[in-house]
């Protein structure tokens, strides 16, 4: 048999196996139930879509930041970028190269709530109460000065606190925010 020939044997066999595995379900794995699905369905959208019940302050925050958090993040989220877990705090926005912290760059509240909650602690991440992750966003967002320190954050409230860099991104699906 030419290569030629041997190629074409090849690909008709392969064309031929294919054909048959898609024609019969191959009969492995489970059926994937909702309730595993909501398991892991746990993006939160910028307009508060997705956030579960709970509320929480940074007074109560603080609590949370200094036995899980300030380990890693230092007191009062301020460890030096070079800590491997960076700044949590800094000064005002300062352009596309300046530090990219919660209060300099982040353009939704939302998404220090979803982090939080999907990969904090990073050693144990998970495994805080929604009432732990609303506080200890507040006290992320209070101690940025974005909130106060008795500002109630919840599923309603949070959603509604703008940050400084929001209008500097430019939204490319509207409608879905
Ligand atoms: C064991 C160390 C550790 C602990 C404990 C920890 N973190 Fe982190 N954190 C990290 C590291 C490392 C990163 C950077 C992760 C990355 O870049 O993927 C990070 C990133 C973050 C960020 C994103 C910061 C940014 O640059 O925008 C937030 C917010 C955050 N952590 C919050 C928390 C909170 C809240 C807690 C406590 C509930 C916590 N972390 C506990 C290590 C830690």
Known sequence: MSTLEARCAFALMLALLSTTAFAEAPGLGTPVSEADIAAWDISIMPDGTGLPAGSGTAVQGARVYAEKCSACHGDNGRNPAAAGAGPMVSGPIAGIDGPKTIG????????VFDFVRRAMPYNMPRTLTS???YA???YLLSINK???ETDVMNAQTLPKVKMPNRDNFIIRFPDRI
Do not use: C, M, N, Q
């Not at 760059?105 to 939302?110: K, Q, V």
């Open 104 to 111: 300099s760059f982040y353009g939704y509240s939302t998404i």
């Open 136 to 138: 200890v966003t507040a």
């Open 131 to 133: 009432d732990e992750v």
């Open 146 to 148: 974005i909130i106060g």
